[in-house]
């Protein structure tokens, strides 16, 4: 996608088959213009089916986990927009917090920042900036939020998150579920401590749910607005007329004009008789 690369590599006609993975995230930007530019047949593959958030109920809140703030995710609207949240989020460390955190309560973890994807493996390794202390026999990393904008939404795995939080809005119901989904790894919570005699015991907590803070009513839009039966409506043929623009091809039917590799391959059999 560079610089429209393969508009200058590649013609319409090159390939017969483009199968795209992930393909919930390949239906917009520039990565669906790369879909449409040829006029092979698409596959897309994905493992978030749109029927998945049919006929599902709200999540109920329960009480949260009794220590600091548990790890938490928050999802912003641009780069610019998770800068400002991470500031502010420090100086809300600040002031419940007074000398705890160097600005490192928060921190903004996008395609901008350097090191960032190492930082998301820090942030599930739980050592990203330190270890706290704040609670002894309790070890988590000292940063207890990471603000992104889309570099956290798939495939990303940080079982102990407790918080997710959306303050932007989301535009398809895959996007929804990869996001939630988040959230929803197992993870047991493990407490060293010593008891009145001295010995250390460890104590578990298993994870039994997670929080969503929705700014945007997503949840509310794609759970019981979206129509997940809408059939979606194929762009018209280009005709010569002016209309959808000139020359092109019928979507409906597609003829390969390149030579079949096998036939230049193919000799004559020759074929032999015994007497």
């Known amino acids: 996608m560079f610089d429209n690369k393969y508009r200058y590599e590649f013609i319409l006609t090159d390939f017969d088959l483009i199968i795209s993975d992930e393909s919930h995230r390949s239906i917009s930007g520039n990565t669906r213009a790369v879909i449409e530019y040829f006029y092979g047949y698409k596959l897309g593959l994905t493992a978030t089916q749109k029927d998945y958030l049919k006929g ?11 220590r600091e703030i548990e790890q938490t995710i928050v999802f912003a609207v641009s780069q610019n927009h998770a800068r400002k949240l991470t500031k502010i989020l420090n ?6 917090y007074p000398n705890k955190y160097n600005s490192d309560f928060a921190v903004q973890l996008t395609s901008q920042v350097g090191e960032a994807q190492q930082m998301t493996i ?18 988590t990393c000292k940063t207890r939020i990471c603000v992104t904008v889309g570099m956290m939404t798939t495939g990303y795995d940080c079982p102990d998150l407790l918080n997710l939080c959306m303050m932007r809005p989301v535009f398809s119901p895959a996007d929804l579920v990869q996001i939630k989904g988040r959230g929803t790894r197992k993870h047991n919570f493990e407490f060293k401590f010593k008891n009145e005699l001295e010995e250390e015991e460890i104590k578990q907590h298993e994870k039994e ?15 019981e607005k979206f129509d997940y039966d809408e059939k979606l409506k194929l762009p018209k043929p280009k005709t010569g007329n002016g209309e959808g623009g000139g020359g092109g091809v019928d979507i409906d039917k597609y003829t390969s004009f390149r030579p079949d590799p096998k036939v230049k391959h193919t000799t004559p059999t020759s074929i032999l008789s015994f007497e």
């Open 56 to 66: 599902v109920d709200p999540d109920k809140v329960k009480e949260n986990d009794p």
């Open 91 to 96: 100086e809300f460390a600040e002031q419940l």
């Open 122 to 139: 820090d942030f599930t390794e739980n050592h990203l900036n330190g270890k706290t202390t704040w609670l002894e026999g309790y070890k």
């Open 209 to 223: 749910f997670f929080k969503l803070f929705d700014f945007f009513a997503n949840c509310e839009y794609f759970e």
